[in-house]
Nanobody, 121 residues
Framework: QVQLVESGGGLVQPGGSLRLSCAAS????????MGWHRQAPGKERELVAT???????NSADSVKGRFTISRDSARNTVYLQMNSLEPEDTAVYYC???????????????WGQGTQVTVSS
C-alpha cells in the first residue's frame, strides 16, 4: 500500500522560507512522477511543481524562481523548498505520486494527507 507522508508546514512571515518533505513508501523511483499541489480555501487544487523519474522538473508560473522541487533517493523523499513566501501561497500542500501506463495514460495517482502552510504577519 502506497503511503505519502508530508511534513514541514507551518506559519511563516511574508518573505520567509519553508521546506516541505514527502516521504514515500516503496521508494520514489517506483513512481513515474512525484509532485506538490496546493489548495487554498474556496479554490480548486492546483499544481505547484513536479519531478519525473529522469529528474526533469516543472513548476507553476506563480512559483517559478521562488519554489524548488528536489528529491533524495536514499531517503525516499521529495522536497519543496519555498522561498520568498507570499500571503497568496497560503494553502494546504499535498504530495502526489503517479504511475502511467505504457500508452501514457494515467494508471494510478496517490495523495498524502496534506500539510498546512500559512503566510502571514
Amino acid at each position: 500500500q502506497v503511503q505519502l507522508v508530508e511534513s514541514g508546514g507551518g506559519l511563516v512571515q511574508p518573505g520567509g522560507s519553508l521546506r516541505l518533505s514527502c516521504a514515500a513508501s516503496g521508494g520514489i523511483f517506483s513512481f513515474d512522477s512525484m509532485g506538490w499541489h496546493r489548495q487554498a480555501p474556496g479554490k480548486e487544487r492546483e499544481l505547484v511543481a513536479t519531478i519525473i523519474r529522469s529528474g526533469i522538473t516543472n513548476s507553476a508560473d506563480s512559483v517559478k524562481g521562488r519554489f524548488t522541487i528536489s528529491r533524495d533517493s536514499a531517503r525516499n523523499t521529495v522536497y519543496l523548498q519555498m522561498n520568498s513566501l507570499e500571503p497568496e501561497d497560503t494553502a494546504v500542500y499535498y504530495c502526489n505520486a503517479r504511475r502511467y501506463n505504457p500508452s501514457g495514460t494515467l494508471a494510478a495517482t496517490y495523495w498524502g494527507q496534506g500539510t498546512q502552510v500559512t503566510v502571514s504577519s
